[in-house]
C-alpha cells in the first residue's frame, strides 16, 4: 500500500471528527472528505492538459445527460439495466458513441472461440460450405465440418446447414435461430435464465456448438482474422487471448498439432500487422477446462510448457476456465501447478463466484499464493482484506469484466458490482469483454460504457477513463521495447482523438 494512500486516509479521518469539535467548519471538512475520495479514485491524480479539460467537459454533457434521465425514469436507467434490456438505449447512446472512438489499449481478458461477433460468424462462417448440425442427447446443437460422432456426442444424423437453409421457408429466419446457438441474447433474461444454472448451460453449449466448427482450417483462419478486425476496428491495439490448443482439422480429414495452431495465429497475426501497422498483434494464454479429470489438466499444462518453451514471447501464460463453481477449484492442482517454467505466468479466473468461504472462494488465495499476474474477474476479492490488499501491494491487476458478470449472473445492477470498490480506491484493474461474441457486443466499448456509467461515481470522466486505458498496457505483459512502441502508439491516437473530440469529429 503506498504512502500516500494511508496519509490522505489517515488526515481524511483526523478531519472527519475536527468537524465535530468546531475546530474546522463543517462545510469546510465535509468538502475536504469529498476531495481526499476523488483522488483516491482510479486517475484521480492524474493530470489532464487544457485540451482534454476541454474533451472532458463534452464527454462529461453527454454522461451526465443520460445519468439525469435514468435518475428520474428508471426504466431507461442504462447504468442500472440488465445489458440486454437497456441494449438497445446504450446503442444509441452519444457517451457510447465517444467509447468507440476512444483508443483503448489492450484486451487482457477475451477467450478467443466467443470473441467474434454471432452476426458475423452466421454471416460468414454458417455460409462455408460443408458445415454439419447434429444435436446431441439434450437437445443442443453441436456443429462441425467433419463427422466424429463419439467427442461430438450427437445422437443425430448429421445435417447440412445448406440443406437446412435451402428447404427452410425463409431463409433469413433460419439465419435468426441459427445465431441464436451462439448468442445469449433474450429480451426476458429473468424469464429465459431464471438463475445462475440456467444462463451457465446455455453459455456452456454455445461453447460446444462452435468449438469443433473453428477448428476447421479454413473457418479458424476466417475467425482468426476476423477477432483482429473487430478489435481494431473498436480501436484497441493489443490484446492478451485466452486460447485452448486442441487440433485443427482440414477438409481431407487430416488432423495438426498445436504446433501447427502456433504457426497459424502467427501468420495471420502477421499478415494483418501489414495490412494495420498500428495494431501491435496478440499473446496467447494457454487455457484448458477445469471441469474434466486432473489427468488431463496436467496432460494439457505438460502440452503449455513445450509450447511456451518453443515461443516464450508468444505462448506466455497458463489459465483454468469454466465455471469455478462447478469445476475444480485450483486447490487441487497446487503441486503441479508449482512447477511453472520460470520465464512463464499464470492468469487465473479467481473469484467469479458469490459464495463466500467456499472452495472456489479460494481461488482467490490460491491463484495469489501460485504468484499469479492477473486475476480474471476477482469478482469476489473485496470479500477479503489481506487478499486485496496484497494485489494492490504486489500489482496484480484484476481484469474486470462488468458485461459477462451481469449476463452470468453474478450481478443484476452494474451499480453493485464490486468493481465500485476496485475504482474506488485505485486497485489495479483493467476493463475486458470475455466473450462479447456470446451476448452481441464487439471490441471493448460496451464494458468500458459500464465502467464509467455503472462503476464510476457520476462526476468522474475522462481522467478514470484515460487512467484504464493506460492500465490495459501498464499490466499487459509486452516486453520492454514492445511497452515502449504500446505507450508511443497510444499517446499518439489519444491526442488524435481529443483534438477529433474538439474538432465535432465525433459527434
Ligand atoms: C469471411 O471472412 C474472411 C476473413 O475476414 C474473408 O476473407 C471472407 O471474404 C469472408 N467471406 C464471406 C463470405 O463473407
Ligand atoms: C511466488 O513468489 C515468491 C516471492 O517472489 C516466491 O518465494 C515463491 O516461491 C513463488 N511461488 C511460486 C509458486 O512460484
Ligand atoms: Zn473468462
Same mark, same amino acid.
Given at each position: 500500500?503506498?504512502?500516500?494512500?494511508?496519509?490522505?486516509?489517515?488526515?481524511?479521518?483526523?478531519?472527519?471528527?475536527?468537524?465535530?469539535?468546531?475546530?474546522?467548519?463543517?462545510?469546510? $471538512?465535509?468538502?475536504?472528505?469529498?476531495?481526499?475520495?476523488?483522488?483516491?479514485?482510479?486517475?484521480?491524480?492524474?493530470?489532464?492538459? $487544457?485540451?482534454?479539460?476541454?474533451?472532458?467537459?463534452?464527454?462529461?454533457?453527454?454522461?451526465?445527460?443520460? !445519468?439525469?434521465?435514468?435518475?428520474?425514469?428508471?426504466?431507461?436507467?442504462?447504468?442500472?439495466?440488465?445489458?440486454?434490456?437497456?441494449?438497445?438505449?446504450?446503442? #444509441?447512446?452519444?457517451?457510447?458513441?465517444?467509447?468507440?472512438?476512444?483508443?483503448?489499449?489492450?484486451?487482457?481478458?477475451?477467450?478467443?472461440?466467443?470473441?467474434?461477433?454471432?452476426?458475423?460468424?452466421?454471416?460468414?462462417?454458417?455460409?462455408?460450405?460443408?458445415?454439419?448440425?447434429?444435436?446431441?442427447?439434450?437437445?443442443?446443437?453441436?456443429?462441425?465440418?467433419?463427422?466424429?460422432?463419439?467427442?461430438?456426442?450427437? $445422437?443425430? #444424423?448429421?445435417?447440412?446447414?445448406?440443406?437446412?437453409?435451402?428447404?427452410?421457408?425463409?431463409?433469413?429466419?433460419?439465419?435468426?435461430?441459427?445465431?441464436?446457438?451462439?448468442?445469449?441474447?433474450?429480451?426476458?433474461?429473468?424469464?429465459?435464465?431464471?438463475?445462475?444454472?440456467?444462463?451457465?448451460?446455455?453459455?456452456?453449449?454455445?461453447?460446444?456448438?462452435?468449438?469443433?466448427?473453428?477448428?476447421?482450417?479454413?473457418?479458424?483462419?476466417?475467425?482468426?482474422?476476423?477477432?483482429?478486425?473487430?478489435?481494431?476496428?473498436?480501436?484497441?491495439?493489443? $490484446?492478451?487471448?485466452?486460447?485452448?490448443?486442441?487440433?485443427?482439422?482440414?477438409?481431407?480429414?487430416?488432423?495438426?498439432?498445436?504446433?501447427?495452431?502456433?504457426?497459424?495465429?502467427?501468420?495471420?497475426?502477421?499478415?494483418?500487422?501489414?495490412?494495420?501497422?498500428?495494431?501491435?498483434?496478440?499473446?496467447?494464454?494457454?487455457?484448458?477446462?477445469?471441469?474434466?479429470?486432473?489427468?488431463?489438466?496436467?496432460?494439457?499444462?505438460?502440452?503449455?510448457?513445450? !509450447?511456451?518453451?518453443?515461443?516464450?514471447?508468444?505462448?506466455?501464460?497458463?489459465?483454468?476456465?469454466?465455471?469455478?463453481?462447478?469445476?475444480?477449484?485450483?486447490?487441487?492442482?497446487?503441486?503441479?501447478?508449482?512447477?511453472?517454467?520460470?520465464?512463464?505466468?499464470?492468469?487465473?479466473?479467481?473469484?467469479?463466484?458469490?459464495?463466500?468461504?467456499?472452495?472456489?472462494?479460494?481461488?482467490?488465495?490460491?491463484?495469489?499464493?501460485?504468484?499469479?499476474?492477473?486475476?480474471?474477474?476477482?469478482?469476489? !476479492?473485496?470479500?477479503?482484506?489481506?487478499?486485496?490488499?496484497?494485489?494492490?501491494?504486489?500489482?496484480?491487476?484484476?481484469?474486470?469484466?462488468?458485461?459477462?458478470?451481469?449476463?452470468?449472473?453474478?450481478?443484476?445492477?452494474?451499480?453493485?458490482?464490486?468493481?465500485?470498490?476496485?475504482?474506488?480506491?485505485?486497485?489495479?484493474?483493467?476493463?475486458?469483454?470475455?466473450?462479447?461474441?456470446?451476448?452481441?457486443?464487439?471490441?471493448?466499448?460496451?464494458?468500458?460504457?459500464?465502467?464509467?456509467?455503472?462503476?464510476?461515481?457520476?462526476?468522474?470522466?475522462?481522467?478514470?477513463?484515460?487512467?484504464?486505458?493506460?492500465?490495459?498496457?501498464?499490466?499487459?505483459?509486452?516486453?520492454?521495447?514492445?511497452?515502449?512502441?504500446?505507450?508511443?502508439? !497510444?499517446?499518439?491516437?489519444?491526442?488524435?482523438?481529443?483534438?477529433?473530440?474538439?474538432?465535432?469529429?465525433?459527434?
Amino acid at each position: 500500500m503506498s504512502v500516500s494512500y494511508l496519509v490522505t486516509i489517515a488526515s481524511i479521518l483526523h478531519l472527519l471528527s475536527y468537524a465535530h469539535c468546531g475546530f474546522i467548519s463543517y462545510e469546510d $471538512a465535509r468538502k475536504a472528505v469529498i476531495q481526499a475520495e476523488d483522488l483516491l479514485i482510479t486517475g484521480g491524480r492524474i493530470h489532464l492538459n $487544457a485540451k482534454e479539460d476541454r474533451a472532458n467537459d463534452i464527454f462529461m454533457r453527454y454522461k451526465l445527460d443520460e !445519468l439525469g434521465a435514468g435518475f428520474y425514469d428508471s426504466d431507461v436507467n442504462t447504468a442500472g439495466l440488465h445489458f440486454f434490456k437497456g441494449k438497445k438505449l446504450v446503442e #444509441q447512446s452519444q457517451v457510447l458513441k465517444f467509447l468507440k472512438r476512444m483508443p483503448k489499449g489492450a484486451i487482457l481478458h477475451l477467450h478467443n472461440t466467443a470473441s467474434v461477433s454471432s452476426e458475423w460468424v452466421v454471416r460468414n462462417i454458417s455460409y462455408m460450405p460443408g458445415l454439419l448440425r447434429c444435436t446431441n442427447k439434450d437437445g443442443s446443437s453441436i456443429m462441425s465440418f467433419r463427422r466424429a460422432p463419439l467427442e461430438h456426442g450427437c $445422437a443425430s #444424423q448429421y445435417v447440412r446447414v445448406s440443406d437446412e437453409r435451402a428447404r427452410s421457408i425463409n431463409p433469413a429466419a433460419y439465419d435468426r435461430n441459427f445465431e441464436k446457438l451462439i448468442n445469449l441474447y433474450t429480451p426476458v433474461p429473468e424469464y429465459d435464465y431464471p438463475t445462475i444454472k440456467h444462463v451457465w448451460r446455455k453459455f456452456q453449449n454455445m461453447f460446444s456448438a462452435i468449438n469443433d466448427v473453428l477448428r476447421y482450417l479454413p473457418a479458424f483462419r476466417a475467425y482468426s482474422w476476423r477477432m483482429l478486425e473487430e478489435m481494431y476496428e473498436d480501436n484497441v491495439m493489443y $490484446a492478451e487471448v485466452r486460447m485452448d490448443f486442441k487440433e485443427l482439422y482440414d477438409y481431407s480429414g487430416r488432423t495438426f498439432p498445436p504446433e501447427r495452431t502456433v504457426r497459424e495465429i502467427l501468420a495471420i497475426v502477421e499478415s494483418f500487422r501489414r495490412q494495420y501497422p498500428s495494431f501491435l498483434g496478440i499473446k496467447v494464454i494457454f487455457s484448458t477446462h477445469r471441469d474434466v479429470e486432473r489427468t488431463r489438466v496436467f496432460e494439457n499444462f505438460e502440452k503449455f510448457k513445450n !509450447l511456451h518453451t518453443d515461443h516464450p514471447e508468444f505462448i506466455v501464460g497458463f489459465d483454468l476456465v469454466g465455471q469455478e463453481d462447478r469445476g475444480k477449484p485450483l486447490h487441487n492442482f497446487i503441486s503441479e501447478l508449482a512447477n511453472l517454467p520460470i520465464s512463464a505466468k499464470y492468469f487465473f479466473h479467481a473469484g467469479e463466484t458469490n459464495w463466500y468461504g467456499a472452495s472456489t472462494d479460494f481461488n482467490l488465495l490460491d491463484a495469489l499464493l501460485l504468484n499469479t499476474t492477473r486475476i480474471g474477474h476477482g469478482y469476489a !476479492l473485496l470479500k477479503h482484506p489481506v487478499l486485496w490488499n496484497a494485489v494492490k501491494k504486489r500489482d496484480v491487476a484484476i481484469e474486470v469484466s462488468p458485461i459477462s458478470n451481469q449476463v452470468l449472473h453474478l450481478v443484476a445492477d452494474l451499480r453493485n458490482h464490486p468493481g465500485s470498490f476496485y475504482m474506488s480506491q485505485n486497485l489495479p484493474m483493467v476493463i475486458c469483454n470475455d466473450d462479447p461474441g456470446f451476448w452481441g457486443t464487439k471490441g471493448l466499448s460496451y464494458d468500458f460504457y459500464y465502467a464509467i456509467m455503472s462503476l464510476a461515481p457520476n462526476h468522474v470522466g475522462l481522467k478514470t477513463l484515460k487512467s484504464l486505458v493506460w492500465n490495459s498496457i501498464r499490466y499487459s505483459v509486452l516486453d520492454k521495447g514492445e511497452r515502449r512502441t504500446a505507450f508511443e502508439n !497510444l499517446e499518439r491516437a489519444w491526442d488524435q482523438f481529443i483534438s477529433d473530440v474538439l474538432q465535432g469529429k465525433v459527434f
